[in-house]
């Protein structure tokens, strides 16, 4: 089964901060990976597309990377602030099932604080 | 640019009623949209996909159904609610099937 998993569910640190989000797939053979950013009530934000072909994309203050022959993402956010207080969602479109499902992690719901 | 938009916002119906979300795309020409329902502790649930006017696909059974009578336009609609019905609903495009997604800032159902 192609599952998406992010841990920690929550995490909580002090503004200016660099940390960094996990997201780990159990099937290597992937056409994308794309991050995402949800505030509470609204829609997703995109925040970054990494084919499969490509290591690690970034904008602005986020760097996202990819290994695919581990099955993992990371996105690190540098100087984090609490305006980047949200839930960080990874998702993850494999090959060999529909290629227009994007399989969702449950997200890491970050805090910073002031 | 593009943009999506998504409406209502919210809507609180009574079980048995109708439904009707709508969700339009500006600034592109034959996106593929998306019906996702985001349910409290479930996660992200892709309903419907279509790839053009009148193509829907439906990627698992219930209540719902949906419209694309339009090329930018995207409808999600219930002849009658259940009250398991209740959820986030959000309204996505990509440009491809394999492109990248973006979502509208979706509408909150509640069914009592």
């Known amino acids: 089964k192609q599952e998406v998993t992010q841990i920690p569910a929550a995490l909580s640190v002090p503004e200016g901060e660099n940390l960094v989000l996990n997201c780990s797939f159990t099937?290597?053979?992937?056409?994308?990976l794309q991050w995402f950013r949800q505030d509470p009530g609204k829609g997703l934000t995109s925040l970054l597309l990494?084919?499969?072909?490509?290591r690690e994309q970034t904008s602005g203050r986020l760097n996202a990377s990819l290994d695919k022959s581990s099955g993992r993402s990371t996105l690190y956010i540098a100087a984090s602030q609490p305006g980047d207080s949200a839930t960080y969602l990874c998702?993850?479109?494999?090959?060999?099932?529909?290629?227009?499902?994007?399989?969702f992690g449950s997200g890491t719901q970050l805090t910073v604080l002031p | 640019s593009q943009t999506i938009h998504q409406w209502p916002a919210t809507l609180v119906q009574p079980v048995g009623s109708p439904l009707s979300l709508e969700c339009t795309v500006e600034?592109?020409?034959?996106?593929?949209l998306y019906w996702y329902r985001q349910a409290a502790g479930r996660g992200l649930q892709l309903l419907f996909y279509?790839?053009?006017?009148?193509?829907i696909s439906s990627e698992v059974p219930q209540n719902l159904s949906a419209s694309r009578p339009q090329d930018r336009q995207f409808i999600l609609s219930s002849k009658k609610l259940l009250l398991s019905d209740s959820g986030f609903y959000l309204c996505?495009?990509?440009?491809?099937?394999?492109?990248?997604?973006?979502f509208g800032e979706g509408s909150r159902l509640t069914v009592l």
């Open positions: 279509s790839v053009g006017i009148g193509q």
């Open positions: 600034g592109t020409s034959n996106p593929n």
């Open positions: 990494i084919q499969s072909s490509q």
């Open positions: 998702a993850v479109r494999f090959r060999g099932g529909s290629a227009r499902q994007l399989t």
């Open positions: 996505a495009w990509s440009v491809g099937g394999s492109g990248e997604l973006f």
């Open positions: 099937d290597s053979a992937i056409y994308n």
